[in-house]
């Protein structure tokens, strides 16, 4: 019997988890801080896995497995899963037949967010149960009690991380995996066809289902699920997740009720945990999920009181908001340190996006913008996105700006949209503006990967999650099948004429789809090599900044104020070179051509 001791990420514990549960089948969607989890599953080749178009694709395609019998999951950030929401919440109704896991990564303090957004709240809509474990062990043991609990109460489970969670590292035991199993299908229209007559009846079986949990975890038929440290009886806490660890530093004399399933809350079991502590205190990131279900039970406890809404808690800031001493020695001051130095985020040096937002400034056009690297167009040196609100959305806010104003306002608008987010939901907007008559212009950023998230493939790079050859989408025959009249191609990093461009494309009175294609800069078809790099002309150099002002990572000034090229930076993509008016930068190429011909 296997009992090897490994340090993993809470993501790749996730991973163990359920390749030692018997997982058949994992199909997800990249998204900071969830991606190592489907990432670490690839490592497991029995394991069929894949990156799916988007969220509600990877659900339904782990739900298709379950409903033939295998144990199957698929993992998301907070905001996936919002996509993926509308299988979701259906297939709370109609249960399982193989055990069916759903993992979300939550991101408080927005490391690599939009919005803060809880999970714990969909769990709850959905009635569903919800796991949440505190380190990495946990990690790997809720996942395997999830696959048990789908399969021993016909529900998905859901299990809900925290970016500290899930890129934290801790000692794991790990255990030989399961065989991967398949529950003989049985065609039961009555519980899997959701037609309005089915569901009404499976609404029911939901409800009491939840009752059954609920009931289960208070009388610890459901083993690890729930624990209590018994301290002082002056103070009570019920925690769970992550706060647990701040609270287990912050106040080792309290009494201590953990929850490992955080919905359906075993509300008799915190009943009798609170009559036994003077003072109750609930201690939960982001939103008051367990103090409300616990006030509405009657149960007098604090929280939110004392604690903020938004963003990661800390171990001091626990001490001191339970202190009758608001400023006590003991907590950490921050103030002591020195401050390190101020580091604006830029794009990377060569990254193809930067020209290309260098064109959109020149051109002072409106852009909705989109998620990915691309984002940080909206800030120096370019300033050149307006609006970003979500994943595909650049396109219907484009198109929505058309039909609102007039003209003149349509020509100065473009959506800016990278490859794999033009696949994962970009597609239907951009079908939606052609039907509608839409004067839109496109740009999709095409940089041959999956980038923000750490370079995952994605249905048009032409390799898998295990990088085998796989079919890539064209994506200008794409945009030509849905009735886009024009498709340009451009090289992002010649700003000049992607500006050219760009403004041909404005002024078209019907969609037009620009495609900016180049290769990110830190995979190896768009990396550069050491006889790419810039040189300086300093007889030509009139230190007039103008290329210090794209912000290349490559280029800093010198202190006799002539521009330095980090050989090792520089990725030779020539950019430098193209805004300098004075020749001043010779690029790689240019050298390479003169050495040929001496």
Known sequence: MRDLKEILLGNEAIARGAYEAGVKVVSSYPGTPSTEITQAIASYDRVY???????????????????????????????????????????SY?????????????????????????????????????????????????????????????????????????????????????????????????????????????????????????????????????????????????????????????????????????????????????????????????????????????????????????????????????????????AFDKSALPLAPGRPPVMCAGCPHKG???????????????????????????????????????????????????????????????????????????INSVYNGSRSTVIILDNSITGMTGHQQNPATGRNIRLDPAPAVDLEALCRSVGVKSVYTVDPADTDASRKVIAQAMKEQHVTVVIARRPCALIPTGRGTPDMVVSLDRDKCTRCGACLRIMCPALTKGEDGYPQIDPVTCNGCDLCVRVCPFDALISGQATREEEAKS
């Open 94 to 330: 109609t249960g399982v037949s193989g055990g069916l896991v759903v993992v979300v990564a939550d991101d408080p303090g927005m490391h690599s967010s939009q919005n803060e957004q809880d999970s714990r709240n969909y769990a709850r809509a959905a009635k569903m149960p919800m796991l949440e474990p505190s380190d990495s062990q946990e990690c790997l043991e809720f996942t395997k009690k999830a696959f048990e609990i789908s399969e021993k109460y016909d529900t998905p489970v859901m299990i809900r991380l925290s970016t500290r969670i899930s890129h934290s590292r801790t000692l794991v035991s790990t255990n030989e995996p399961l065989d991967q199993k398949l529950i003989p299908y049985e065609k039961n229209m009555q519980k899997n066809v959701m037609m309005p007559a089915m569901a009404v009846k499976r609404h029911i079986v939901v409800e009491e289902r939840q009752r059954r949990i609920a009931a289960d975890v208070s009388n610890d038929s459901l083993e690890g699920l729930i624990s209590i440290e018994q301290g002082s009886n002056e103070l009570g806490i019920i925690t769970s997740g992550i706060a647990w660890q701040y609270v287990k530093e912050a106040l080792p004399e309290a009494s201590v009720l953990k929850l490992g399933m955080i919905w359906p809350l075993p509300i008799e079991k915190i009943k009798k945990f609170a009559a036994g502590v003077k003072r109750l205190v609930v201690i939960e990131e982001l939103d008051p999920v367990i103090e409300t279900e616990l006030r509405a039970a009657g149960i007098n406890c604090e929280g939110k009181d004392l604690f903020t809404l938004q963003g990661e808690y800390t171990p001091s800031m626990i001490r001191e908001a339970l202190s009758d001493n608001k400023n006590p020695a003991s």
């Open 356 to 430: 290309l937002f260098m064109a959109l400034s020149r051109l002072k056009a409106v852009v909705t913008g989109d998620i990915g690297c691309y984002t940080l167009g909206a800030l120096n040196p370019t300033n050149a996105m307006d609006v970003c609100v979500c994943m595909g959305a650049s396109i219907g806010m484009a198109h929505g700006i058309d039909k609102a104003t007039d003209s003149e306002m349509t020509e100065k608008t473009v959506a800016v949209i990278g490859d794999s987010t033009f696949l994962h939901t970009g597609i239907n907007g951009l």
């Open 49 to 91: 896995c894949e990156w799916a178009s988007n969220e509600k694709v990877g659900l339904e395609v782990a739900i298709g497995a379950s409903l033939a019998g295998a144990r199957a999951m698929s993992c998301m950030k907070h905001v996936g899963m919002n996509v993926a929401a509308d299988p979701l919440f259906t297939v």
